[in-house]
């Protein structure tokens, strides 16, 4: 599921989820190609991923992002990493 934040707001709200495991990913599309950009492998774009995993190399596993929704007032913060 793909969604887009107006600039400005800094929260999104996805509502009817069944309850179970989910993880979440967050780019900065800054130049609106719907993609990370990356040089050499390393993003030049804003990126993030639900609980906040320590990033390495490559994404997280899911199992190091994944949160359990199990209420409709489950919420996520969203460290963005800016590397180049």
Request: aromatic share 10%; hydrophobic share 40%; proline share 7%.
């Amino acid at each position: 599921m793909t969604r887009s934040i107006p600039a400005g707001q800094h929260s999104l709200r996805f509502a009817a989820l069944p309850r179970g495991d989910y993880a979440v990913a967050v780019i900065h599309d800054e130049n609106g190609n719907a993609k990370l950009d990356t040089f050499a492998g390393i993003p030049k774009e804003g990126f993030g991923f639900s609980n906040n995993p320590a990033i390495r190399f490559g994404p997280p596993r899911f199992k190091a992002a994944r949160f359990t929704l199990a209420s409709d007032a489950e919420a996520q913060q969203v460290k963005m990493h800016y590397i180049l």
